[in-house]
């Protein structure tokens, strides 16, 4: 209850200060690859990223140990808003070369100055050997939407996950970009920052298809009843994590590094899955092609 209060504090501070004065997308997934630092490719463009991470994280779920992963992804986007991508996904301490490959086409849309937005569709291929956490799901809907009041920007994103399991997700964030008027090493460069806080609510009947799948992986003596029940409070649409994210960009022409740190607080943990507090970090490298 301590958490709820403290991010509706956050929330209230900052909406209330937008309503004073009037300025800037999203959290870990934006348009599939243009990283925390918001940098929306407004023209026609290919982009290729690589992104090495401390932890496999879904929706604010880890699995029963630590899985360090590295994904690589490639985007399109055209001019008219439309963009295609792929990826692959490589969870270190799992038998697959490769753990899971997406693929996904999407819309990126604009009204007016400050708000702005994307629907997308992907769907996931798993090794039937991989130990991630999402693997239960293999379609996911995505539908987001930000506005920004300029002293920090707020999104809304909804995602309907179906498959093996059917989920729902609303996720919300408040974060402010902001970036240095000087340059690094020369004119051409710049660092960015874009702080965000972040809540993630849904239902986690994943996680219940997860233990299914994966008998013995959970490392816990259960028998049917408990499964019974688990599932049922895991079809339960609840708070599931809150979240700070500080991530910070170097930013050329045509590529950005970025290192960010987020700290989790998972909450309504049902069933099986026991998750507890953590720090993710991520290296993030991708470069655009105009």
């Not at 604009?110 to 090794?127: D, E, L, P």
């Not at 849904?202 to 029940?229: A, C, R």
Request: net charge neutral.
């Amino acid at each position: 209850m301590k958490y709820i209060c403290t991010l509706l504090l956050l929330i209230i501070y900052f909406d209330a200060g937008a309503g004073i004065s009037k300025h800037r997308v999203l959290i870990d997934r934006p348009a599939r690859m243009t990283a925390d630092t918001d940098t929306v490719v407004r023209k026609q463009s290919l982009s290729i990223g690589v992104t090495l991470g401390s932890d496999a994280s879904f929706f604010g779920r880890t699995g029963p140990v630590k899985y360090p992963f590295l994904n690589t992804d490639v985007i399109y986007n055209a001019k008219s808003g439309f963009f295609i991508y792929g990826s692959a996904y490589k969870v270190f301490g799992s038998a697959p070369t490769i753990d899971e490959n997406d693929l996904g086409a999407g819309y990126l849309y604009r009204a007016g100055t400050q708000f702005s937005g994307n629907i997308s569709y992907t769907r996931f291929f798993f090794n039937r050997n991989a130990l991630i956490i999402k693997s239960a799901s293999s379609n996911d809907i995505n539908f987001k939407n930000s506005y920004d009041w300029k002293i920090l920007k707020s999104s809304i994103i909804l995602d309907y996950l179906f498959g093996e399991s059917d989920d729902f997700f609303v996720t919300i964030s408040h974060s402010k970009y902001f970036e240095t008027s000087w340059g690094i090493f020369d004119d051409k460069d710049y660092l960015s920052f874009n702080p965000s806080v972040n809540i993630i609510l849904g239902t986690q009947n994943f996680v219940q298809k997860y233990s299914t799948n994966h008998p013995g992986k959970l490392g816990y003596d259960y028998g049917s009843i408990f499964i019974h029940d688990d599932a049922k409070d895991n079809s339960h649409f609840n708070a599931l994590n809150y979240s700070f994210k500080i991530p910070i960009a170097y930013n050329r022409p045509h590529y950005t590094v970025e290192f960010s740190y987020k700290y989790s607080i998972p909450v309504n943990v049902e069933g099986l899955l026991r998750n507890h507090k953590e720090s993710f970090y991520n290296l993030t490298f991708y470069y655009v092609f105009y």
